[in-house]
């Protein structure tokens, strides 16, 4: 069964529609999704690399969790039920800073057409890398990075196989936050 979706005006706002997932992208209707961040204390960014088998993006390394947000749902929720789906991690709403929320209005050559609320977070993680268990139908793979390899992926942004290009303020606005989140010990 494919999930369904709220249906949002350009503003954000909802319209009280809801509609599968696939006619959302099909028809570039406006919904919500959950991004989330993990850092740790020393610094590292996880980063997930997008499933060969994505229909946006595939193999792209990107946000450490991503993912719609379900009709009815709210976006803390989904983004709790994201990270125990994509990468097996179990996580409380409380724990989850939310850091913005970013129009991102992308069309794709296959015909899709993403217009999406970015409801970001960022969250502070313990847990090692081997410990992640991946969504094989979500996750390729998974890679800690330094601040300072995060800084060099957006140096050469579009080259890389990291992140969308046209999305550069947004991840600069994310690490500016993480740095931030490191600097007073949250």
């Known amino acids: 069964m494919e999930d369904l979706i709220d249906v949002l005006t350009k503003t954000g706002q909802p319209t009280g529609d809801i509609a599968p997932k696939l006619q959302v992208h099909q028809k570039g209707l406006y919904h919500n999704t959950a991004h989330i961040w993990f850092y740790t204390a020393d610094g590292d960014i996880l980063l997930q690399q997008r499933s060969a088998t994505k229909t946006i993006c595939p193999l792209l390394w990107d946000v450490s969790v991503a993912g719609h947000v379900d009709a009815g ?3 803390r929720q989904a983004a709790v039920r994201e990270i125990r789906e994509e990468i097996g991690a179990h996580i409380s709403e409380t ?20 217009n999406e609320f970015h409801h ?17 139908t979500e996750v390729e793979a ?7 390899q995060f800084h060099d992926i957006l140096k050469s942004i579009g080259k890389n196989n990291h992140f969308v290009p046209t999305n550069k303020t947004y991840y600069q606005f994310v690490i500016d936050r993480i740095v931030q989140a490191i600097e007073s010990n949250l």
Do not use: M
């Open 73 to 75: 749902e709210t976006v």
């Open 95 to 114: 724990e989850l800073q939310k850091i913005g929320v970013f129009q991102c209005f992308n069309s794709y050559p296959n015909g899709l057409l993403d």
């Open 120 to 136: 970001t977070f960022i969250a502070k993680t313990k847990v090692k890398l081997e410990d992640f268990v991946p969504q094989e």
């Open 142 to 148: 998974l890679k800690y990075v330094s601040i300072a």
